[in-house]
Nanobody
């Protein structure tokens, strides 16, 4: 199971970026994909997830209303549209396979497969 994130870059505050995640080695229809991020000196945190089964989604509070997750199941690809970016969104973003898209006690379910190298998003003020 491998997922590769791409689409990061440098953007000014208030700008937008769209990240892509291409999955291989498993059928997205049966599972979910989550986006996580890790800022310098901080712990990795979950951002959003989407179910391959029914398209249900979840967003953490800090990105609600600004980020939108979507998928193209035929291409085993998930997207994260990030709007109104803030300097605190600066981080390396990773996508990872999840058993399901759910959120409990402040975390997403355990992941499986590799995390990949991630893609760096830098938001300047």
């Amino acid at each position: 199971v491998q997922l590769q994130a791409s689409g990061g870059g440098l953007v000014q505050a208030g700008g937008s970026l769209r990240l892509s995640c291409v999955a291989s080695g498993f059928t997205f229809d049966d599972y979910a994909i989550g986006w996580f991020r890790q800022a310098p000196g901080k712990e990795r945190e979950g951002v959003s997830c989407i179910s391959g089964r029914d398209g249900s989604t979840h967003y953490v509070e800090s990105v609600k209303g600004r980020f939108a997750i979507s998928s193209d199941n035929a291409k085993n690809t998930v997207y994260l549209q990030m709007n109104n970016l803030k300097p605190e969104d600066t981080a390396v973003y990773y996508c990872v396979a999840l058993l399901k898209c759910s959120y409990s006690r402040g975390s997403y379910p355990p992941s499986f497969g590799s995390w990949g190298r991630g893609t760096l998003v830098t938001v300047s003020s």
